[in-house]
């Protein structure tokens, strides 16, 4: 009996070691006839510490509008017909190329295993042509080059204290969007919350976000002025956002922006300063309060949105629509440490936006939208203004509403150095607005040949002096060839007929409202624009 169970034993130990012979044999040396295991296998990815990610635009652009001031060369933003002397021609045509690099670096040590991450980018952006061996932002692209011209966009460092949990400190984006600035498509966020229409631009702060499974929240504080640091002249801005999802379809969310304004318009962008009593509310459309006297304003924005199948994931059917009431108090000084009321605000903006995909793919679907801002009507002599106000009142821009489809009536982000939409604010110049859009688009070869068609109306809701209520229909369409991943040549057109809205000579606050110089000129010629857009996005 012990012979029969030894037996078993010695020849297990046998197999064992033959086995081990064997695999030593298969990861021998080089010499050897048999293949080592680990040939095949595929290497695991480099941990970076370091990435690049650019995006590259270069676009040749012909229209009938320009600025006629001489100075402005470089970027030319704000309202088409308005105080940046933008104006329309029948006889006059632009014909330039333009280009723009927004490089991203992006740091995240080893050492602190993900935990923090450093981002820094810039931008660059130049006229071909326009100017060489000087100083100053978006010029730089004439003969010898050697400009001074690299933008500061953001220097911000994250700090990831927990799973989910994310600190931004420094110079970061403002958007008003319920997701993580920097782990979200732009235009996912340019669709959903506000659509960037009250805040779209970056600012200085700290921003906590919180993202779960099926909520996502944040919590901000920026510095929008500083002035002078021994005074109480700045202007802060903090905010609550919060978005749940109710169902895989719907999410519903709310916010709460507080805006604190003490810098009565100093500071802000160059000679326009910024603010509720500044030049640069004619410069961007938005509503002027024209206070005599100095001025401190509280303004609080408290709005809801939701959003159904916003990515078109689960079906064929996309909803999404805000409504966001503002509402505050300006004072205005009366002498010594006298305040009395300047200005009561409450204004409404909403937004509704449907979508059905008919194709297979994104790119085959017709949206519908629709635009209301209420507006005032008697210019503050009742101490209230009933409008809107959005971030254009202290930035330039701060707010851009570029996801409508729209390139003249409302603005788009194929922009470079000049960014002149004939709304480029929701408050349209304090008289409000009731617009909409309509776009179709087709893949006539999937994810890699598009079209578009579309068509943008709006008008007042409230007739300037001597004009009507009509501002303008636009036609547009483009067609989009994919050269490569996230590379892309393109074609865009549009054509703008002028309404009534611009017969106004109202000159209320210094300049007219269809750009004129002084009463009974006629009505601008309509505005129209073409380019061809090659861009890329690499990483």
Known sequence: ??????????????????????????????????VSFSDNQVPRKANKEFQFIAYFINQAVSSNFYPENIFMKGQVIGRLLGDNTTHTSDSLTNYYFEQRIIPFFIYQPKLFNGKATLRASFEIDWTWGDQSYGTGGNLGGAISSDQVNLQTQNIVVEYRPAPGWFINLGM??????????????????????????????????IRIHRAKDFSRWTLAYYQLYENDIQESDDVTLQYFSYEGDLTPLWKLGGSLYYLRDRGNG???????????????????????????????????????????????????????????????????????SLWTKGADIGGLGA???????????????????????????NKLEDKKYSGVITGNTWGAPAGIFI??????????????????????????????????TVNASRAFIPYQFKGKAGAAW???NVEPAGGGKNIG?????????????????????????????????????????????????PKPVNPW?????????MF
């Open 473 to 521: 229909l636009e036609l547009n369409a483009s067609l989009s060839y994919q050269l490569g991943v996230y590379m892309s040549l393109e074609m865009h057109g549009a054509y703008c007929w002028l309404g009534d809205f611009y017969d106004s000579n109202d000159n209320s606050y210094s300049y007219f409202v269809n750009g004129n110089t002084e009463p009974g000129l």
């Open 403 to 436: 996801s409508s489809g729209s390139y003249i009536l409302f603005p788009h982000g194929n922009v470079v150095n000049r960014f002149t939409p004939l709304i480029a604010d929701l408050s349209n110049m304090g008289y409000g607005l009731l617009g909409g």
């Open 172 to 205: 970061q984006r403002l958007f008003d969007t319920p997701y993580d600035t920097y782990r979200t498509f732009f235009d996912k966020m340019s669709t959903t919350g506000y659509r960037l229409a009250y805040w779209g631009t970056d600012a200085v702060g």
């Open 1 to 34: 009996m012990k012979k029969n169970l030894y037996a078993p034993v010695f020849m297990l130990i046998f197999l064992i070691s033959c086995l081990s012979i064997r695999s030593q044999e298969l990861n021998s040396s080089t010499t050897s006839n048999y």
């Open 458 to 460: 709006a008008m007042s």
């Open 529 to 537: 624009t073409a380019f061809l857009v090659f861009k890329w996005l």
């Open 266 to 336: 100093e500071g802000g962008i160059s000679i326009y300063g910024q603010g509720l009593n500044s030049r640069l509310t004619q410069y961007n459309g938005t509503f002027k309060f024209n206070f005599a006297d100095d001025y401190k304003a509280d303004v609080l924005w408290l709005g809801a949105f939701f959003s159904r199948n916003d990515d078109f994931m689960m079906d064929r059917f996309r909803l999404t629509g805000f409504a966001n009431y503002n509402f505050g108090l300006a004072n205005v000084h009366q002498g010594d």
């Open 351 to 377: 937004n509704l936006r449907a979508g059905y995909r008919y194709g297979q793919t994104t790119d085959d679907v017709v949206s519908l939208g629709a635009l209301f801002a209420s507006g005032d009507d």
